[in-house]
């Protein structure tokens, strides 16, 4: 089930984002997300609007949405993954909001292939400003 985030779930939305960043991005080393959890937990996550999906009382993922647009965070317990909660996660932020962009790592070739069956389009590519690793900047727009 998907329900806004209340501040209870923290510890749980925090450990899905530390152990997912670390799995998912063997390019970039552990340290830079170890050193990057507390900027995300305290200055991010208070500033988006942020759902959870729960199952059995466990938060299984979660998504950031951004100055109302912008995909900040989509991860999903390594556990609880390719079992549609990512799908769901999207889906349920495209009837909220009629545009969303992301920006995902170029070398995280799952994520970006995910992106692109929920049809986001890849906009452009940049580094990313605070690790230097080239991402792409993904749009989709209800249409």
């Not at 999906?53 to 912008?70: A, L, N, P, T």
């Not at 799952?110 to 452009?124: L, W």
Request: proline share 1%.
């Amino acid at each position: 089930m998907i329900k806004e985030y209340e501040q209870a779930k923290i510890d749980a939305v925090m450990k899905i984002w530390l152990d997912t960043n670390i799995n998912a991005h063997y390019f970039i080393s552990e340290k830079y997300w170890v050193d990057n959890y507390h900027v995300v937990r305290e200055r991010y996550l208070p500033i988006a609007n942020t759902f959870i999906y729960e199952g059995d009382s466990v938060v299984k993922g979660f998504i950031s949405i951004m100055q109302g647009f912008f995909i900040g965070a989509l991860f999903v317990g390594k556990e609880y993954q390719k079992q549609g909660i990512g799908l769901k996660l999207i889906n349920y932020c495209k009837e909220l909001y009629p545009k969303l962009e992301l920006a995902v790592y170029v070398d995280n070739i799952g994520a970006v292939e995910f992106y692109k069956r929920c049809d986001f389009v890849i906009q452009g590519e940049q580094a990313n400003e605070d690790s230097g690793f080239k991402e792409y900047i993904m749009v989709w727009n209800r249409g």
